[in-house]
Nanobody
Framework: QVQLVESGGGLVQAGGSLRLSCAASGSIFSINAMGWYRQAPGKQRELVATINGGRTNYADSVKGRFTISRDNAKNTVYLQMNSLKPEDTAVYYC??????????????WGQGTQVTVSS
């Protein structure tokens, strides 16, 4: 199994910054993509950003403001969030696509961390 532990959420004023971290641990053979998703009250969970090797992908709503990065040696993914807006308020979830055996590749999720942006 793979465990994901997120940190870095909190309350910030509009225009401010936060940095989220997510560390993966457990029986990991290798990690493919890692990413961040978010879910606002009453809305579906949506992709924020993913990173796979050197390739990154961002939701249009966060391009130019958020940056995803990864430390492969630490199995950790980061999300630097700048110029935050009230509409960025959501629970942010870390996702990891990992191989845990020769036969098993699966997606794993963190418990979520709250990000609240006040206007």
């Amino acid at each position: 199994q793979v465990q994901l532990v997120e940190s870095g959420g909190g309350l910030v004023q509009a225009g401010g910054s936060l940095r989220l971290s997510c560390a993966a641990s457990g029986s990991i053979f290798s990690i493919n993509a890692m990413g961040w998703y978010r879910q606002a009250p009453g809305k579906q969970r949506e992709l924020v950003a993913t990173i796979n090797g050197g390739r990154t992908n961002y939701a249009d709503s966060v391009k130019g403001r958020f940056t995803i990065s990864r430390d492969n040696a630490k199995n950790t993914v980061y999300l630097q969030m700048n110029s935050l807006k009230p509409e960025d308020t959501a629970v942010y979830y870390c996702n990891c696509n990992a191989r845990t055996s020769v036969w098993r590749v699966a997606d794993y999720w963190g418990q979520g961390t709250q990000v609240t942006v006040s206007s």
